[in-house]
T-cell receptor, first 113, second 109 residues
Framework: DAGVIQSPRHEVTEMGQEVTLRCKPI?????LFWYRQTMMRGLELLIY????????DSGMPEDRFSAKMPNASFSTLKIQPSEPRDSAVYFC???????????FGPGTRLLVL | RKEVEQDPGPFNVPEGATVAFNCTYS??????FFWYRQDCRKEPKLLMS???SGNEDGRFTAQLNRASQYISLLIRDSKLSDSATYLC??????????FGTGTKLQVIP
């Protein structure tokens, strides 16, 4: 079975550009999570959805970050405008329920120059 | 106080050694507990869930201490392939799962 799919796997962009990260969760999973991981701060939850509805976006750094989940099989995380401090690995994870085991995608390595 | 705390390590241990990690959590209502493993430049993957009575999977043993609000992971007979970062995760009530920052383990030949 396909796991969580993320694209792109790598992204290099210049400061000020818009970045869109994509995620396809495991079919049948009701919860989807976006994380950011850096050496300094570890794994940080940015936002999570339950049944396509955003439940907690308190981890979203600022208004430059937005996330959508238009249907059960697709979600996007957008950064506009991007800044060098946004450079990190962004993981998407899904789970059958919000307190159950999470399955992570391979991540998107973002570098903002 | 952070919701979930781990010693970042690194723990450098020789092959064959036994090593234990602890993870403390602040929410006494927490109900679900997990250990994840993350290899360098890879995504976290579930190692094992932690049950109230404790559970074992081969060389790995996980335990929960509700009174002191921590979970532990014991690895016996360490292998080189056990080198990774180990993340604990905790969830409670209607809350999301919260991850610790991870403990790095390096098993030395």
């Amino acid at each position: 079975d396909a796991g969580v799919i993320q694209s792109p796997r790598h992204e290099v962009t210049e400061m000020g550009q818009e970045v869109t990260l994509r995620c396809k969760p495991i079919s049948g999973h009701n919860s989807l999570f976006w994380y950011r991981q850096t050496m300094m701060r570890g794994l940080e939850l940015l936002i999570y959805f339950n049944n396509n509805v955003p439940i907690d976006d308190s981890g979203m750094p600022e208004d430059r970050f937005s996330a959508k989940m238009p249907n059960a099989s697709f979600s996007t995380l957008k950064i506009q405008p991007s800044e060098p401090r946004d450079s990190a690995v962004y993981f998407c994870a899904s789970s059958p329920g919000q307190q159950e085991t999470q399955y992570f995608g391979p991540g998107t390595r973002l570098l903002v120059l | 106080r952070k919701e979930v705390e781990q010693d970042p390590g690194p723990f450098n241990v020789p092959e064959g050694a036994t090593v234990a990690f602890n993870c403390t959590y602040s929410n006494s209502a927490s109900q679900s507990f997990f250990w994840y493993r993350q290899d360098c430049r890879k995504e976290p993957k579930l190692l094992m869930s932690v049950y109230s009575s404790g559970n074992e999977d081969g060389r790995f043993t996980a335990q929960l201490n509700r009174a002191s609000q921590y979970i532990s992971l014991l690895i016996r007979d360490s292998k080189l392939s056990d080198s990774a970062t180990y993340l604990c995760a905790v969830a409670g009530g209607y809350q999301k799962v919260t991850f610790g920052t991870g403990t790095k383990l390096q098993v030395i030949p």
